[in-house]
């Protein structure tokens, strides 16, 4: 079984910054892409970023675009998610997920694991 344990989430003002940190664990013996996504109560959960593998190739959500980084340490089976210029609509709960598959996918049934979320609030 494969775990993740996201951390970094809080409450921040508008135009500030949190970094989050997802760190998997576990029997993990294949490559793998990461993916943020996030997710209001009652609503569906919206696709935010994902890396592939060597952290080379990347894909943004067109509302995060620009404000928004994703990275990984693989050294340390990690990834994170910088977030600057924060808006009050960036606040729901974000998750990270583990994808097996060798393509940057945007769709949340094609992630292999979750894990458990960290709220994001961003209010004066």
């Known amino acids: 079984q494969v775990q993740l344990v996201e951390s970094g989430g809080g409450l921040v003002q508008p135009g500030g910054s949190l970094r989050l940190s997802c760190a998997a664990s576990?029997?993990?013996?294949?490559?793998?892409?990461m993916g943020w996504f996030r997710q209001a109560s009652g609503k569906e959960r919206d696709f935010v970023a994902v890396?592939?593998?060597?952290?080379?190739?990347?894909l943004y959500a067109e509302s995060v675009k620009g404000r928004f980084t994703i990275s990984r340490d693989n050294a340390k089976n990690t990834v994170y998610l910088q977030m600057n210029n924060l808006k009050p609509e960036d606040t729901d709960v974000y998750y990270c997920?583990?994808?097996?598959?060798?393509?940057?996918?945007?769709?949340?049934?094609?992630?292999?694991?979750w894990g458990q979320g960290t709220q994001v609030t961003v209010s004066s």
């Open positions: 890396v592939d593998w060597s952290g080379g190739s990347t």
């Open positions: 997920a583990l994808d097996f598959g060798l393509e940057l996918r945007t769709e949340p049934s094609y992630y292999n694991y």
């Open positions: 576990g029997r993990i013996f294949r490559t793998y892409a």
